[in-house]
């Protein structure tokens, strides 16, 4: 099995749901990726989330491991 410690997202800023979905299961914005991505033809910004393993006790990712639900090997 592979071992991570850290998990990395990247989200559009004006993508709401992505982001309250990101920041419900416990990842934090860490930066703005200024022009990351070319989409539609088009340069965009992108925010950078990520979550450690040492974050996840108490969260609600944290939660479904513990349920056994989920697994952060």
Same mark, same amino acid.
């Given at each position: 099995p592979v071992t991570l410690h850290r998990v990395e997202a990247t989200v559009?800023?004006?993508n709401a749901a992505s982001?309250?979905?990101l920041a419900k299961v416990g990842f934090r914005e860490e930066g703005l990726l200024r022009?990351?991505?070319?989409v539609d033809? &088009?340069?965009r910004d992108?925010?950078?989330v990520?979550?450690?393993v040492e974050e996840?006790?108490?969260s609600v990712t944290g939660g479904l491991v513990q349920r056994g639900l989920a697994?952060? &090997?």
């Open positions: 559009r800023p004006e982001r309250a979905v022009r990351y991505l070319d033809g &088009a340069w992108h925010l950078l990520a979550l450690t996840i006790e108490g697994r952060w &090997a």
